[in-house]
């Protein structure tokens, strides 16, 4: 017996006197002047199943029985419906299958929610995964998850990249996150560390003689979880030796191009735009800037030293943003608010109003040269941070985002893609008082800036990048440091003790100073991608099985207690209680 002819969304008016047989899940069932339609569903989509007593007495009380979600067989003959009933939304909506057999594969009671259910409760959703699979939007995103790793892997092979697999059972690699860790039972006391990206691993492959390598590899990183954070994340992990920035900005482009064609059927222009850091700072507050509008941030630091206003006047900086509303107080107060949240301490402005007057509290304190600089278009209001840089940028940064999204600026259709580059190698962290990385301790600064790493550590720039779309950071690597001495004074600024450092990197370290080529890659997060790509607000939404936002698998019921024999064999003894 054959299951199925086609599958159900490919019948057309072409099969019509055909007999054919179709095997799916039934989407709906409707009684109805004395028929059963059942619309029968497959991955390619819906056919329409018209079951008549007189045609099929046995189907007919068959099908009085199904629900939804039954799987069903059936046989029957495809006949063109008539004009009235042509459904023109349904690629198969101009016939049906008038049915001789039907049946009854397999039964589902009725259902935790229905899968056409808009707003369904995820940790529900995530207890039936395998019903939620089915809906038309999981089954496009897998799909298009498919495509995208199958495009990355054709592009990566194509030019010579190699596919090597890398253990999951390793040693903390440092990218900034907690680890998992895995207790060994043969090595009692010890623990490996799920990595947290194959860094170590390629740039040693690379060192081993593989200079090109590449891999969808999954990463694991202990965090709190947000929308666009998840703990199990896979990334297009890349690695080159004697590496061109040219080639490998051009091959990235090249892969998001393909990719891009594939899943969007969108032509993206090539070469992206590049800009520094600091410059995506300064313009629009952040590292990852959202290009699909303008709002610009301005700089005004020079031109208000002298200001009567003493808060500019003394401020380390001043900045601006000149948005093309007139804002009421109400709004404004709000703003301001949020620019506290942010962490302003005041939200200062100058509204234009439609005839052009200004109406603001500290207008009376700008000087006429003050004033001309800042007037706008009447029917617009300038909003202004004066703080530390950093600070000025995150406030600014997020308005212009806030406020692109709630005028409605922002060029939904676009995608704007941008390479950051000249990132810093560390920054500071107040909390622990010393620096840290940050792309990854194995970055290289930039040619000249060796000098600084030991001397002036705030100062040194990385030979570092990553790639933005809209707004959303898509990939991210660097070139690597391949001498040994340099490595160790990176290590050194970020205060790892010479014991500290042999004992974590001494592998690394040792693996240096035995012939490394210059190297360097990159890492795509192929989640990050595919919600860019396939607009979806959650990362989640991306995985077939994700863990929940309490890093919980609602289906298996992961992570789960083990059984006090598997403690003892592993010498755990547990201090929190398992209920
Ligand atoms: N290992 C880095 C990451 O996972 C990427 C890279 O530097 O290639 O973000």
Request: glycine share 8%; hydrophobic share 40%; with cysteine.
């Amino acid at each position: 017996m054959r299951w199925r002819d086609v599958l159900c969304g490919e019948v057309r008016p072409e099969h019509v006197g055909e007999r054919l047989a179709l095997a799916g899940w039934v989407d709906t069932r409707r009684d109805h002047g004395g028929l059963v339609f059942v619309d029968l569903r497959d991955r390619s989509g819906l056919c329409q199943l018209v079951v008549n007593p007189e045609r099929a007495p046995e189907a007919f009380a068959a099908a009085h029985t199904v629900r939804n979600e039954f799987v069903l067989r059936t046989e029957g003959e495809v006949v063109r419906r008539s004009p009235e009933n042509v459904n023109p939304d349904l690629a198969t909506g101009e016939v049906e299958l008038q049915v001789d057999r039907l049946e009854i594969v397999s039964r589902c009671p009725p259902l935790p929610f229905q899968l056409d259910e808009e707003g369904v409760d995820e940790t529900l959703r995530l207890r039936y995964r395998w019903l939620d699979l089915r809906r038309p939007r999981m089954q496009r995103n897998i799909r298009l998850r498919a495509r995208l790793v199958s495009t990355i892997r054709r592009v990566m092979e194509g030019d010579g990249f190699l596919d090597i697999q890398t253990p999951i059972l390793f040693k903390p690699t440092p990218e900034g996150a907690r680890d998992f860790v895995v207790p060994s039972r043969l090595q009692p006391g010890r623990f490996f560390a799920l990595p947290q990206s194959p860094q170590i691993l390629k740039q040693l492959l690379v060192i081993g003689g593989f200079d090109r390598y590449y891999q969808i590899a999954i990463c694991f990183r202990d965090e709190d979880l947000r929308a666009d954070r998840v703990q199990e994340i896979t990334q297009l992990d890349v690695e080159m030796a004697f590496p061109d920035q040219e080639y490998l900005f051009a091959l990235m482009e090249r892969m998001c191009a393909e990719v891009w064609q594939e899943c969007d059927k969108e032509a993206i222009e090539t070469p992206f735009l590049r800009m520094t850091h600091a410059e995506a700072q300064a313009r629009y507050g952040s590292d990852k800037p959202d290009l699909r509008f303008e709002l610009e941030i301005e700089d005004a630091t020079e031109a208000t030293r002298g200001s009567e206003f003493g808060v500019f006047a003394n401020a380390p900086c001043v900045r601006f943003l000149r948005v093309p509303q007139a804002f009421s107080r109400a709004e404004l107060q709000r703003l301001e608010e949020l620019a506290k949240e942010w962490g302003a301490k005041g939200l200062a402005y100058l509204v234009f109003d439609e005839e052009g007057d200004v109406r603001s509290p500290i207008a009376k304190f700008l000087a006429e040269d003050e004033l001309a600089l800042f007037r706008s278009e009447p029917g617009s209001t300038v909003l202004f941070a004066a703080d530390e840089p950093a600070t000025a940028a995150r406030v600014l940064g997020a308005l212009r985002l806030h406020l692109g999204r709630e005028l409605g600026l922002v060029d939904e259709g676009s995608w704007r893609f941008v390479w950051i580059t000249d990132f810093p190698m560390f920054e500071r962290d107040e909390e622990e008082g010393r620096w840290t990385a940050v792309h990854h301790p194995f970055t290289r600064p930039a040619p000249g800036g060796e000098e600084l790493v030991a001397s002036d550590p705030g100062a040194a720039t990385a030979l570092a990048y990553d790639l933005v779309v809209n707004g959303i950071e898509i990939g991210g690597g660097s070139f690597r440091i391949h001498e040994p001495e340099l490595q160790g004074a990176v290590f050194g600024a970020l205060q790892l003790s010479e014991e500290e450092q042999r004992r974590k990197f001494g592998f690394l370290l040792d693996a240096l100073s035995m012939g490394a080529p210059p190297h360097g890659g990159i890492a795509f997060g192929i989640e990050r991608m595919l919600m860019a790509l396939g607009r979806e607000p959650n990362l989640r939404d991306m995985i077939a099985f994700p863990k929940n936002q309490a890093g919980v698998d609602p289906m298996s019921g992961a992570p789960s207690e083990v059984e006090q024999e598997q403690l003892r064999e592993l010498g755990i003894q547990l201090r929190v209680r398992q209920d």
